[in-house]
């Protein structure tokens, strides 16, 4: 059977390292406000409602090194990928859109404000992160079972 | 559904290794087909066929809950 096409397995620890570091830059810059320094330019003529004319990319870089860091962790192969991989690959990904838009239905009656907008930032990567941790489960949980049980058949 | 893989492989005497080596899958998929856990796509279960030489019908059949 045809199988998905991913990213050949070597890919795995390369996203793993780009999503930690846009992690950790993420959360410096969300909570501490950290900038790296010169690291923008002058956008627009002047400030404007909201926005500043200097516009510092420290943000958007954490975010683009998260997104495809975590991108390529999901998107590449595991060893042993086959049809019964990718239907656990398949219901991974069920349970990732059911556990996204039961965090947007929740948030959008408890919180409010600058709470709302935290849990909606953090749940922009719901998808992939319950994807990564409920498929990786899944499939040690039944590689072990399936060890467990070829030892006793021996 | 029901699969005759255990017997079939004893037949020929062949390991769950070499049953997913030859049919292009991983061990583990193989132990899951055996065990009931796993249901296999259209092809898998042709290629199995082939392995063992037989029709279909004579190493996976429909139980009545399918």
Partial sequence: MKTLRLLPTVWKPVGFVLALAGAVLGTLTVFSNFEIPGFGFNLRKEDEFLVSKFENFTQELALTLLLIGLLIMAFSRVKNEDERVQLIRLEAFQWSYLVHFSILLVANWLLYGGNFFYAMLFNLFTPLIVF???????????????ADESLETT | MKNRLREERARLNISQAELAERTDVSRQTIHSIENGRYVPSTVLALKIARVFEKPLEAIFELEETD
Avoid: A, T
């Fill in chain 1, 132 to 146: 990564l941790l409920r498929f990786h489960y899944i499939l040690y949980r039944s590689n072990k079972e399936i």
